[in-house]
């Protein structure tokens, strides 16, 4: 088994206490030398300001690679390429572009009067800058809001048309949902190298809730055996081997790299990159 390149998201700070939490996962996961870091905007953008402040002192007090996430979500086209040419002012030249989901309350996403309509229209604006690598999503099983896979697939070879050189997954539990997924993107024309999402499961209710919002199935031996583990108290155990597997599995058809959801929450993506032989290289420094 190859030892696979990793990259991890983190979430931005909403409070002191977050803050030490997100430092502790930076500290915590750093030394594995990741490809990049990106940090999220909350649900309908609702930490843009935060993110924005969290991705500038990442990239200046860490010197990691790191990605901004930016969407559509209720701004204007010109507020949204101030904050992409903010990032690039702050020497950050990696963005995650997405659509966004819909603010708290509503049901669909409506593009702000004088915004982007659709990630593809903000993806050929970024690109016209020619400051950033651009990393798009893409989705092994349906978008909830997609009609099919075969529109999924086609509206991900428009967003790296349009400018997009590599794409991220959401998360799945079943390897073989992404082996499809990616033998139908090559086969679509899709040239870019599509990253596998993956979400170590540290609360497996609250992960469950989380896959029913973005439409990831869930097998049903994994639901029982979470049931069996909660009641044994062995649930970091299961999901360590859980994840492990999914990954190795992954690696052994020829994935070179993986894209983990830390949550902010550290040590089991930390355990599960040892066990894939992803071993510290270098040691952060706090910062004074």
């Not at 097998?219 to 979470?226: E, G, N, R, V």
Request: a negative charge; glycine letters at 6%; aromatic letters at 10%.
């Amino acid at each position: 088994m190859t030892t696979p390149s990793v990259s991890f998201e983190f979430f931005p700070p909403q409070n002191f206490e977050a803050s030490f939490r997100l430092w502790n996962t930076v500290q915590t996961l750093s030394p594995l030398s990741p490809r990049f870091v990106s940090v999220t905007y909350g649900a309908g953008g609702t930490t843009r300001d935060l993110t924005h402040e969290a991705v500038s002192v990442l990239h200046r007090e860490t010197g990691l690679p790191v990605a901004g996430h930016l969407t559509c979500v209720d701004a204007t086209k010109a507020q949204t390429l101030e904050i992409a040419k903010n990032y690039a002012a702050a020497g950050v030249n990696s963005i995650v572009a997405l659509r966004g989901d819909p603010p708290k309350g509503l049901a669909d996403f409506v593009p702000h009067p004088d915004g982007f309509a659709s990630s593809v229209d903000l993806i050929e604006a970024l690109a016209d800058l020619d400051l950033f690598t651009i990393r798009v999503g893409a989705y092994p099983e349906k978008h909830p809001e997609a009609a099919d896979q075969d529109h999924d697939i086609a509206w991900l070879k428009r967003k790296i048309d349009a400018g997009a050189s590599e794409a991220l997954t959401q998360f799945f539990f079943d390897p073989e949902d992404f082996l499809r997924f990616r033998d139908r993107c090559v086969a679509a024309g899709i040239n870019a190298p599509i990253i596998p999402g993956i979400l170590p499961i540290e609360n497996w209710a609250g992960v469950k809730r989380f896959a029913a919002r973005c439409g990831a199935r869930v097998p049903t031996w994994l639901d029982d055996a979470f049931e069996k583990a909660d009641r044994d108290n062995r649930s970091d155990l299961l999901a360590t081997a859980v994840c492990t597997e999914l990954c190795s599995d992954l690696l052994d058809e020829g994935v070179e790299s993986l894209h983990f959801y830390t949550l902010n929450r550290p040590e089991l993506t930390r355990d599960v990159c040892y066990a894939l032989g992803v071993q510290p290289k270098v040691t952060l420094e706090k910062v004074a």
